[in-house]
Nanobody, 116 residues
């Protein structure tokens, strides 16, 4: 069974930064892609950023220039650096993995709260 474990959420003032981490029990290259989604109360779950096993990245327009996704293969961990955070970035952030088949996996979520 695949496990995705997020960490790094918390509360920060507007303009601040946070770094999220997602550690997987599997080798990163066993997935087609990994990334991050977020969901604010009453809203749908939205894509934030993804990275494929071949390093292709995709960012939502609302985070371009502020967030960066990267990975550490040695630790099978994906990171999301979030800079210049805004109150509208407040949400539960979920780590996501897409297998090379039809399966999708989700972490338990980590809360990010931006005050300001």
């Amino acid at each position: 069974q695949v496990h995705l474990v997020e960490s790094g959420g918390g509360e920060v003032r507007a303009g601040g930064s946070l770094r999220l981490s997602c550690a997987t029990s599997e080798n990163y290259f066993s997935f087609y892609a990994m990334g991050w989604y977020r969901q604010a109360p009453g809203n749908q779950r939205d894509l934030v950023a993804t990275m494929t096993a071949t390093d292709q990245t995709n960012y939502a327009d609302f985070v371009k220039g502020r967030f960066r996704i990267w990975r550490n293969n040695a630790y099978n961990t994906v990171y999301l650096q979030m800079n210049n955070l805004k109150p509208e970035d407040t949400a539960v952030y979920y780590c996501y993995a897409q297998s090379r088949g039809p399966d999708e996996y989700w972490g338990q979520g980590t809360q990010v709260t931006v005050t300001g």
